[in-house]
């Protein structure tokens, strides 16, 4: 495929087509897969952020819709089905457009969930989450901090200061960041781009 500063690529997958929106850079060092939340779409403005300091650090981005978006549905598909499409999606992109590129996966919400669940499978090498989930607003019983845990590559989770869903703690290998606002992220966009930027340029040197 032609390499252009932005292109729209219609993907299969083995629960219907995906698309995925892909925003390229001169000579990109890495990839970026981000994908959205549960009812929400790629223009969410923590991706549009995260997005732009993923460019500024010379990384390719693609913006991930699920097929049950595509299909104009709002409720998510089961984990299971998630999973795969984001995995079909990945394969496509690193073997039409991403080229063997380094691969870090993200995603706000319930897709930072599925980046989490899949950077394994994938080979990503780090996992970028946005308002990660650890738990339904007032049931902390829930928890999905497995998830999060079971990361094994470089992580960095960026966290409303009074999100609902709570708040995950540091790792070893899990970096922190919380700003100012709930779930939606949608406050101090410019620090979230510059954040995304500084992160990827660390976990990133060691590759190039």
């Known amino acids: 495929m032609t390499r252009a500063a932005a292109d729209i690529l219609e993907i299969a997958t083995p629960h219907g087509p995906a698309r995925a929106h892909l925003h390229a850079v001169g000579a990109?060092?890495?990839?970026?897969?981000?994908?959205?939340?549960?009812?929400?779409?790629?223009?969410?403005?923590?991706?549009?952020?995260?997005?732009?300091?993923?460019?500024?650090?010379?990384?390719?981005?693609?913006?991930?819709?699920?097929?049950?978006?595509?299909?104009?549905?709002?409720?998510?598909?089961?984990?299971h089905q998630l999973d795969s499409a984001w995995l079909a999606v990945a394969d496509r992109l690193m073997q039409e457009w991403f080229h063997d590129l380094p691969l870090v996966f993200g995603g706000r919400s319930s897709g930072?969930?599925?980046?989490?669940?899949?950077s394994a499978d994938g080979e990503a090498v780090g996992v970028l989450c946005l308002a990660f989930p650890v738990h339904p607003p007032g049931r902390p019983e829930k928890t999905r901090m497995p998830e999060l845990d079971g990361v094994?590559?470089?992580?960095?989770?960026?966290q409303g200061e009074s999100d609902p869903f709570g708040m995950p703690g540091a790792a070893p290998h899990r970096e922190i960041m919380v700003l100012p606002g709930d779930h939606s992220l949608k406050r101090e966009a410019t620090t979230l781009s510059r954040t995304v930027e500084d992160w990827l340029g660390r976990i990133l040197r060691p590759l190039d």
């Open 28 to 79: 990109p060092r890495a990839a970026v897969v981000l994908g959205h939340g549960a009812g929400g779409g790629v223009g969410a403005p923590d991706l549009v952020a995260a997005s732009r300091g993923a460019r500024a650090a010379g990384v390719d981005v693609a913006l991930v819709e699920q097929p049950y978006r595509v299909a104009g549905r709002r409720a998510p598909a089961p984990a």
């Open 152 to 158: 094994t590559v470089p992580t960095l989770v960026v």
């Open 112 to 118: 930072a969930r599925v980046a989490c669940r899949t």
